[in-house]
């Protein structure tokens, strides 16, 4: 029998709720968007890239959403002292890249981890907790809030892709 990724029943953000709340159900139902988007997919199909000259596949954003979910909420907002995910000793993007002997039921149990990791890290953290982010030159202090604001954008453009590929790969469309 061919492993496929099983179905999800995927929260829906709150209509009426206070900041945090709000902020947690956006984020969830765009973590629970990139599952449902690849339910019912086996691992070749997890690895079909998107369209030439790109290499993008589900299998990658998956693995990547696990990291992105990993330095932002615990390695940056909780100052978690954490190694990798994966080597990116040669490549920058191994995330998104190194899948070809990747087993997808370890990628989806690892992106689960991280995200009850992530939850659990910044639960008694309040929004206004601020950390200090160098980018170059400039450091910047960065608060809880504007990480999940951008951990909503991160799911909402690459859950895009995610449509895009998944039409490609089955004609799947649709939220």
Known sequence: MT????EIDRRHEPYVADERSMLQGWLDLHRDTLQHK????????????????????????????????????????????????????????ADLNDIADVDPA???ATLRAEIEAA?????????????????????????????YVHMIEEYARHNGHADLIRERVDGVTGS
């Open 3 to 6: 492993w496929t990724v099983p």
């Open 38 to 93: 690849c339910a019912g997919l086996t691992a070749e199909q997890l690895r079909t890239p998107s369209v030439e000259p790109s290499g993008l596949t589900l299998l990658g954003l998956v693995r990547h959403m696990a990291d992105v979910e990993r330095w932002w909420f615990r390695h940056r907002a909780a100052a978690l002292d954490l190694p990798d995910l994966y080597d990116y000793s040669t490549d920058p993007d």
């Open 106 to 108: 370890e990628a989806f």
């Open 119 to 147: 939850d659990r890290a910044v639960a008694d953290l309040p929004l206004d907790h601020t950390f200090r982010l160098r980018r170059g030159d400039t450091v910047n202090e960065i608060s809880l809030r504007w990480v």
